[in-house]
Every structure is written in C-alpha cells, then in structure tokens.
C-alpha cells in the first residue's frame, strides 16, 4: 500500500485508536436503554434519536471496518487485491437536518464529529483508490504508442 499511496501504518493505528474512542461515546450516548427521553419530549424527538444513532452507528462500524482491513493489510494478513476487492469504504448518509433539531447539542456535535471521520477516511480511501485507476489521457497516450510502434512493423 505504502507504494500506492501516502498511508502509513501510523496514520492506520492513530486514526483506529482515535475511531475506537468515538465509536465507545456513540454508543454509550445512543444506547436507548439508558438515553430516557424526558416524558415531555414528543414522538418525533425519539424517532429523531433513533434514526441519528442509527445513521451515526453505522457510520463508525464502516470507518472501523475500513481501518481494520487496513491494518489486516499492513501486518500481512491481507493482499493488496483482497483490500481493493473487500476494502471500500461505503458511502456516508449524512444526518437529516430537520432530525438534528430535535437533539440536543452535544449530540449533534457527536454526529457531526463522526461525520468529519468518515469524511477523512474516505478521502484517504479515494486518494488510495485514484491511484490505480488509469486516466483517459494515461490512456491515449498508450494507444498512440501502441499506434506507432505498430506502424513501424
């Protein structure tokens, strides 16, 4: 990977251990069981919580999904056509504005944190993935040399 592009196995390790602290606060701060709602809050202020821990949820197990076929691949366990293969990073669901109105601060903050770490991880998985993939002038220009070379038989 480290010919490929700039992702080191210390960027893997700090980015895993800072995702792990993350993911332990989200799911402590949406554990429904112990997250009572005030009874005053209406239906639209739990389904709101519900949705947005679902969407935040999910979006930490991809990033730590994502880190750990990374350090899979730096310690050897994977090949690099198993982390191109199985390795991508899904795509974000951004929170729903309208359902970050009714949570309080520090959740929205959590939300938007976790938000910003896939957002790092996936423009490192895109700056990784670019690099494999042949431009169409990269392209061209070996069709025109495979063109003269052939020209000159």
Known sequence: MGTHADI??????ALYEEALMLA???RATFD???NHLPAHENDFARIALSVEGLRTTTRMMHALAWLLNRRAYF???????QLRRHGTL??????D????????????ELIGVSEMLHAR????DQAWRDSFEMRPAAVLRLRERLDRAVGEI
């Open 8 to 13: 080191s196995q210390a960027i893997i390790e």
């Open 24 to 26: 332990d606060d989200v």
């Open 32 to 34: 429904l069981s112990h």
């Open 75 to 81: 310690r050897g366990e994977m090949s690099e056509f």
């Open 90 to 95: 899904p795509p974000d669901r951004p929170a």
């Open 97 to 108: 504005p309208d359902n970050l109105d009714y949570l309080s601060p520090r959740i929205r």
């Open 121 to 124: 991880i996936a423009r490192l």
